[in-house]
C-alpha cells in the first residue's frame, strides 16, 4: 500500500510541476532594467518578437544585444552591418523617432522567418514592409527589408 501511496505522490508532483513550467513564461536573460532583454531560448520566433518589443519601446541598448557583431541589415538595398545596423539605422529612424512596428503576418521561409509590419512612423506616416529574419545562435544575423 505505501508503494501506491507513493507512486500517486510522484504522479501528482509530476503534474503540478508542468503545469507550473507550462504557466511560467520563457526565460529571459535581463541586464538589471525592465526593458525587453534577448530570450535565452535562441528560437527564431522568440528573437523576433524580442527584436518587436525593444524597437516598440525605444530600447536601443535592447536591440544591440538581439543583433550579432556581424550582422548585416538590408533595408530595401541600403546595407548596414554591425554597430551601424542600430547606430545609423534603427535608432534614428525608429527608436528616436517614436516608430511603432505591428505586425500583421508571418510566415516561414526556409530557415527564415518573414514578417510583414505596418510602420507608424512617429510622425502621422506609415509604411508597409516585410522582414526576412535569420536568426544564428540566438541572434540576429541577418534581415532583408523590402516594401509593400
Known amino acids: 500500500m505505501k508503494v501506491a501511496n507513493l507512486a500517486v505522490a510522484v504522479m501528482a508532483l509530476a503534474v503540478t510541476a508542468g503545469a507550473c513550467a507550462q504557466a511560467t513564461p520563457s526565460p529571459i536573460a535581463t541586464s538589471g532594467s525592465t526593458a525587453p532583454a ?16 525593444a524597437a516598440n519601446s525605444g530600447d536601443a541598448a535592447a536591440l544591440r544585444k538581439l543583433f550579432a557583431p556581424d550582422a548585416r541589415f538590408d533595408r530595401a538595398g541600403t546595407v548596414f552591418t554591425g554597430a551601424a545596423i542600430v547606430d545609423d539605422f534603427l535608432k534614428p529612424d525608429v527608436t528616436d523617432a517614436g516608430g511603432r512596428y505591428r505586425e500583421t503576418s508571418r510566415r516561414v521561409e526556409g530557415e527564415r522567418l518573414t514578417v510583414a509590419f505596418t510602420f507608424d512612423t512617429g510622425h502621422g506616416g506609415q509604411e508597409l514592409f516585410t522582414y526576412s529574419f535569420l536568426v544564428r545562435g540566438g541572434r540576429i544575423s541577418d534581415v532583408v527589408g523590402r516594401y509593400l
Open 38 to 53: 534577448v530570450p535565452t531560448s535562441g528560437r527564431t520566433e522568440d528573437v523576433v518578437d524580442a527584436f518587436v518589443r
